[in-house]
């Protein structure tokens, strides 16, 4: 057995009963956990399943539906748990775990989560977000004057955000494009890169699974062919780590960040920035730092006091995402997403903004003469189900992202309350 599963289920002894999903059956022999049956293998469509994993490791609110899963997960109740027991652990010994215990703990954590990206430790570093990464990753980047970079409308604000700075102090020019919300396959994303690129062009920007539509950009297709040009990609895969298949070397990405707390279900306050070894000595700290060798990728983590157990309860997360394993979960929020897909097509005031097949938990809608604060505060006040406004072209539109908790009764009644909305005017 894995070695971080062993230890998982040792610390979950303390009481929690697991469930038999395939995978953890084995764990019972060897550390006497008393296993409770789930039926089935987790089908996408396996209500039943769904439903006991939704029962036993998820404490969610029972007042509101929540479809608004895309700005961060619930941790699992194992995960909290060991949250918790960390906290306590981090505040009682205070000082002398954080100086004697802590450095080494956060190497070997360090390490793991290497191992889960399938990168070297020494190729990445733990930041507290995503935005943070990402931030590191641009604003350290050896751009010269006179670089493009290049990105579009379905982008995440903040890495645009971080390119605006840079091109107002004159470092760069940004050039923008409109991506279509609703492109046919891979290859026509792919073609829109390749047209837009000009010979200045230096850095794409990938957002690897859109905030606003949910698409879902090829990243590894994208970067081989910048790589072929000369151009580097910075990819964003701060909703694609736990809800889409996810390989880090595969990607071909030499500068990629993302977060835990979206997907994975780590508490908030813990993010990734990858550097491909190779490329690390060019890039320029963005926290003061003139000690460290100029080839090792701490230089960029020169920051100060860090969220201790938010950190040390990462191998927990881990191990609970992989118990789950990545393809069955992301199958079933593709099963979620599609279902209320389908079921609102036949409705002419709705218009579906993302491309089913090229997505996975998150899609996004319209309603027809109605903004997108309007339909959200219908769905919110009238039927306790929270969905949330993004900004898009002049309409805008509402993102909807189920959890792995996600009932299919919920995303009946979802569907309901957008034909009543549709209907009452
Ligand atoms: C596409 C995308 N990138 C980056 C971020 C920022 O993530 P974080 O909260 O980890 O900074 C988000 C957050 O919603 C996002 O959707």
Sequence with gaps: MDKSRKEFLIQLGSGLALASLPGIAAAADTTGIDLEAVAGEGAPDDEKYW???????????????????????????PVLAAFEKNIIQANRDAARF??????????????????????????????????????????GYPFKTGDEVLLHQLDYFSMIECFRMLEKRGKISVKTFDMPLLPVNEDEI??????????????????????????????????????????DTITDSAHALGQVKFSLPALGSDFVGLNLHKWIGNPIGAGVLYIRKERIKEMNPLMGDVNTADTNISKLAHFGTT???????????????????????????HYLKSSWIDALQSNPAVEVVT??????????????????????????KQHNILTVGRALGKEGC???TPAAYTSIEDIRKFVAAVNAFTTQS
């Design 307 to 333: 969220p201790f157990a938010v950190i040390m309860t990462i191998p927990d997360s881990l191990a609970f995402h992989k118990m789950m394993g990545v393809e069955r979960i992301s199958a079933r929020l």
């Design 190 to 231: 792919v073609e829109i890169y390749r047209k837009m690129i000009t010979p200045k062009t230096k850095v794409i920007l990938l957002t690897h699974v859109s905030n606003i539509n949910g698409l879902i950009v090829p990243v590894a297709k994208i970067s081989a062919m910048a790589k072929e040009k000369g151009i």
């Design 51 to 77: 439903k006991q994993v939704a029962r036993k490791y998820y404490d969610v609110s029972g007042d509101y539906i929540n479809l608004e899963n895309g700005y961060y997960g619930i941790q699992p109740k």
């Design 355 to 380: 491309p089913k097949a090229i997505s996975c938990a998150i899609a996004s809608f319209r309603v027809k003469n109605k903004t997108n604060t309007e339909t959200a505060d219908y769905l919110f």
């Design 398 to 400: 509402v993102r909807v």
């Design 98 to 139: 954080a100086r004697k215990e802590f450095p080494g703990l956060s190497a070997n954590i360090k390490k793991e989560l290497a191992t889960f990206l399938e990168v070297s430790d020494e190729e990445i570093i733990i930041t507290r977000n995503a935005t943070e990464a990402l931030n590191i990753a641009i604003q």
